[in-house]
C-alpha cells in the first residue's frame, strides 16, 4: 500500500537524463516513472528493475495495461515493492543499501523507453549526547571536556562544540577539537564522535557547554549543557573580621580567612598578638571576650603558602568615666562643691549635662552654693555609637532667712495683706504674730517661699513673721495702721493741700 508520508520533493541530478530522489532512513519511498512524458493510457507495459552491480540487473515488478501488478523481486525488495496509481515505485522501509539506480522501463505502442532515478537516502542522528566528562578542569592546563556522538546518520554528522550557546571555534591555543567518523558494517550508518579539549580561564566558572548539530534533514540536536568544576590556585586572601559595631569590651569577635581557590582551602593559620594559631577543617578563629588590649594587627594565612597572607587593624573601642563626687550630696548654702569628670576613652567623646532632665548650656560650677543649686545632675558622655551617664543630687541645707516681710492694701480698703518671702531648706515653717485668713503659700522651689496673710486691724500694731527649720528661726516685724487711722491722715493731708492753694492765691 502507499505510503501515508508525501514523497520528498525530487531534484534533477546533474547528470543529465538522470533524476535524483532522497528518501528517509526507515520510511517509504515514491520513486517517479516518466512524470508523467507519456500519456497513462498509451502505456501498455510498465516495469521497475534495479542496478545489482557490476551491470547486472535485478527484476522488481511488472504491470500490464487493464492487468494487476506482477511482483517478480525475490531477494530484499521481496515484500518490499509496490507500484502506485501514477506508475511511481514505491519502496517500503528504505535503506542504505537502497542507495543505487532503479529504472522504469515503459512500452508505449512500438516504442521502448527507460527512465532511471538515482536514489540517496537520508537519516538524522538518533540522539546527541555528552559523554567521558571531565570530573574537574585547573585553569590554565589543556584538559579534555569530554566527548559528543551523533549516532546512526547519513550523511555523517557535523558536530559544534558551544559555550553559552555560542560556537567554540579550535585555535590551537586554548580549543582543540577532533572529529572521528564511524560507519556501521551492517547498517551503513554512520557514528561522528567530536573530542573537545580545552584551556580553561576562571571566567568559565559556571558556564554551560553543549554540542550540536544540524543535519541535512530533521531539526537542530543539541545536547543537554554541561557544567564543569573548575579548580584554580589561591591568588587573593582577604581577613574578615565578623563582630557587633561597634566593637566594644566584653563582646565576641570572630575572624574569618576567605582565600579565593577553587576548591577552597580548608586550613589556616591565625596570627593573634604573636602567636600563631592552625586551624584546620574551617576557616573561622574566635576571640571570647575582648578588652582594650585586643587592639592590635591581626593576620591570616594558608599553611601550605604562608607568604600568601591578610592582615586587619582591630580596634576594641572603651569609654570609661568617673564623676566625683556622686549619689547623694548635702551642702550648706554658702559652701563650696569641686565636681571631677574623668574620660577614659579609646576615641574623642562629647560631654553633656542636664538638671533635673532640663539640659544646661555648660558643665556646673559651684563656688558658693545657694538654694536655687538644688537638684539632681546628670552627665552623658558619648563616643560613637557608646554612651556612659553618671549623676549626683544635690541638696542645699541651710536656716531660713526673711528676704522681705511687706505688706499691701487689699481691694476693699479694709484689710491688709502681710507677704512673707523666706529662704531656707529643708522647708520653713512660716507663723505670725496675729490671726488673719491665709490667702496663700507659694510651692517650695529653689529654697524659696512665700507665705501671705490677710488681716483687718482694728488699731495700730505690729507684727511679726517667724520661720523655722532644723537648722533655726528667722523673725521680722512689720507696722499696720488701722483704717481709721488711716482716714484721719487722708483727711489732714488734704486740708494742708487746700489751705497751701488759698495762699497761694492770696499771694498773687
Known amino acids: 500500500a502507499p505510503s501515508s508520508h508525501p514523497p520528498l520533493k525530487h531534484f534533477v541530478s546533474m547528470a543529465i537524463g538522470l533524476e535524483t530522489v532522497i528518501g528517509l532512513h526507515g520510511e517509504t519511498l515514491e520513486i517517479p516513472c516518466n512524470n508523467g512524458a507519456i500519456k497513462a493510457e498509451d502505456i501498455l507495459i510498465t516495469k521497475w528493475k534495479y542496478d545489482k552491480g557490476e551491470g547486472l540487473p535485478g527484476d522488481l515488478l511488472v504491470k500490464q495495461k487493464n492487468q494487476n501488478v506482477s511482483i517478480s523481486a525475490t531477494d530484499e525488495y521481496k515484500g518490499r515493492v509496490s507500484m502506485a496509481a501514477n506508475s511511481s515505485l514505491l519502496l517500503s522501509e528504505a535503506k542504505l543499501t537502497d542507495q543505487r539506480t532503479f529504472t522504469c522501463m515503459v512500452v508505449a505502442g512500438a516504442d521502448i523507453t527507460e527512465y532511471p532515478v538515482n536514489v540517496v537516502i537520508y537519516k538524522a542522528p538518533s540522539n546527541l549526547e555528552i559523554s567521558d566528562k ?99 590556585s589561591t591568588e587573593n586572601i582577604v581577613l574578615q573580621v565578623i563582630a557587633q559595631d561597634p566593637l566594644v569590651e566584653g563582646a565576641n569577635m570572630t575572624l574569618k580567612c576567605v582565600a579565593d581557590g577553587n576548591p577552597a582551602p580548608t586550613s589556616f593559620n591565625f596570627h593573634i598578638q604573636g602567636e600563631v594559631v592552625k ?21 591570616c594565612s594558608l599553611i601550605d603558602n604562608p607568604t600568601m597572607e591578610a592582615s586587619k587593624d582591630i580596634t576594641v573601642k572603651y569609654l570609661d568615666i568617673n564623676l566625683n563626687p556622686s549619689g547623694n550630696i548635702v551642702k550648706s548654702a554658702g559652701e563650696t562643691l569641686d565636681i571631677t569628670l574623668q574620660i577614659d576613652a579609646s576615641g574623642e567623646s562629647k560631654v553633656s549635662w542636664t538638671k533635673d532632665n532640663l539640659k544646661l548650656d555648660k558643665e556646673p560650677k559651684f563656688t558658693k552654693v545657694t538654694y536655687a543649686d538644688s537638684g539632681r545632675y546628670e552627665c552623658e558622655v558619648t563616643m560613637g555609637l557608646l554612651s556612659r551617664k553618671a549623676s549626683f543630687e544635690l541638696v542645699v541645707e541651710g ?110
Open 399 to 508: 536656716a531660713p532667712v526673711i528676704r522681705q516681710l511687706s505688706k499691701q492694701r487689699g481691694e476693699d480698703g479694709k484689710h491688709e495683706v502681710l507677704i512673707c518671702e523666706a529662704e531656707g531648706s529643708p522647708k520653713p515653717s512660716v507663723s505670725w504674730s496675729i490671726n488673719g485668713t491665709s490667702l496663700d503659700e507659694s510651692p517650695f522651689v529653689n529654697g524659696k517661699i512665700t507665705h501671705k496673710i490677710a488681716v483687718v486691724p482694728t488699731a495700730n500694731l505690729t507684727v511679726s513673721c517667724t520661720v523655722s527649720n532644723d537648722f533655726g528661726v528667722d523673725t521680722k516685724n512689720i507696722s499696720v495702721s488701722s483704717p481709721k487711722k488711716i482716714t484721719l491722715f487722708w483727711v489732714h493731708i488734704y486740708l494742708f493741700d487746700m489751705l497751701l492753694a488759698e495762699c497761694n492765691n492770696q499771694f498773687t
Open 279 to 299: 586551624v584546620e577543617d574551617t576557616d573561622s578563629y574566635t576571640i571570647t571576650k575582648v578588652s582594650r588590649d585586643t587592639t592590635g594587627e591581626y593576620k
Open 134 to 232: 571531565a570530573e574537574e578542569i585547573e585553569i590554565g592546563k589543556r584538559t579534555k571536556l569530554g566527548k559528543c556522538v551523533a549516532q546512526d546518520a547519513n550523511p555523517a554528522a557535523e558536530i559544534t562544540w558551544l559555550k553559552n550557546n555560542k560556537p567554540l571555534v579550535a585555535d590551537g591555543k586554548g580549543i582543540f577539537i577532533k572529529a572521528s567518523v564511524l560507519v556501521d558494517p551492517v547498517t551503513g550508518l554512520t557514528t561522528t564522535t567530536s573530542e573537545l579539549e580545552y584551556s580553561a580561564e576562571k571566567e568559565d566558572m559556571d558556564a554551560q557547554f553543549t554540542c550540536s548539530t544540524q543535519h541535512a534533514v530533521g531539526a537542530e540536536l543539541v545536547s543537554s549543557p554541561v557544567i564543569f568544576t573548575i579548580t584554580y
